[in-house]
């Protein structure tokens, strides 16, 4: 039988998507990724319109008499919000904020609706969010890895072309912006999806039961490589850091992923 549970699943996939894609809208200024990430915006709305009405027409139930009715109507009024500033201001900022609070709080909704209604979905739920959080993490170093292989090819070619040797080889390697861009493309993919992630995490420290250490090494590491990339993002956007430069801080920094993956995971209490 379908229940709620499986809706706000939905809900959160969506909700996500459209995270993911406003996020690289706001770094690459596109119009029709802007357009794709509204839209899906919209069904978020709706569907969560729906339950709202189904509240409290059949269940005859208004949507704050509860904590945890509360933060679906929280982040409902949210979404709303996110539609109107974005057909009146167009302010892609704080679009981006209000939508990463709104996918949070929904989260923790539906983590805590399922764990007080449905013990078996609850379960199911917990795993969910676990395994969606491994996934989305691990896809997240991958774009990483790739970033860093163009930054890598970019720099052996800089250097290749500067002592102008091997040139041959040069060109195999491909064309210095082209690899500069690529790099670029893929730490803006990455990023939001370790975001992501990285709440799913949260919210699966909170659902498991199991004692959460915000000290953790490997929470600790995985919110500095985020804050790395980010810095990235503002090094290039904001100071205009292009070529070379960028491209040897982005290898510092998938150096640093390195070392929260392998080492900083074995002086974890509960990461493998």
């Known amino acids: 039988m379908f229940e709620l549970i499986n809706l706000f699943e939905i809900i959160l996939i969506v909700y996500g998507l459209s995270l993911i894609i406003y996020f690289i809208d706001f770094i690459q200024h596109?119009?029709?990724v802007n357009k794709l990430a509204f839209w899906l915006l919209c069904i978020v709305l709706s569907l969560q319109t729906v339950y709202l009405l189904y509240k409290m027409i059949w269940m005859k139930s208004l949507p704050i008499g509860t904590l945890i009715d509360s933060l679906f109507f929280y982040s409902w009024i949210l979404v709303l919000f996110s539609i109107i500033i974005n057909l009146l201001e167009k302010n892609k900022f704080i679009m981006l904020v209000t939508n990463i609070v709104g996918f949070l709080i929904l989260t923790l909704h539906a983590a805590a609706f399922s764990e007080n209604n449905?013990?078996?979905?609850?379960?199911?739920?917990?795993?969910d969010v676990l395994i969606t959080h491994v996934t989305l993490t691990i896809v997240s170093y991958g774009f990483f890895t790739l970033s860093f292989?163009?930054?890598l090819g970019y720099l052996v070619n800089y250097h290749l072309i500067k002592r102008k040797k091997q040139l041959k080889w040069a060109k195999k390697l491909g064309d210095l912006a082209k690899l500069d861009a690529f790099s670029f493309s893929a730490v803006t993919i990455g990023t939001p999806l370790l975001l992501i992630g990285l709440m799913?995490?949260?919210?699966w420290a909170f659902l498991s039961g199991d004692e959460f250490y915000w000290f953790d090494m490997k929470t600790i590491g995985s919110v500095i490589v985020f804050i790395v990339y980010i810095l990235y993002l503002f090094l290039r956007l904001v100071k205009g850091y292009q070529g070379k430069s960028i491209a040897i801080f982005n290898t510092a920094a998938f150096l640093?992923?390195?070392?929260?993956f392998f080492l900083f995971s074995m002086l974890s209490n509960f990461h493998f």
């Open 30 to 32: 596109n119009r029709k």
């Open 256 to 260: 640093l992923l390195l070392v929260n």
């Open 200 to 203: 799913l995490g949260f919210v």
């Open 118 to 127: 449905f013990q078996s979905s609850s379960i199911q739920f917990t795993n």
């Open 149 to 151: 292989i163009f930054s």
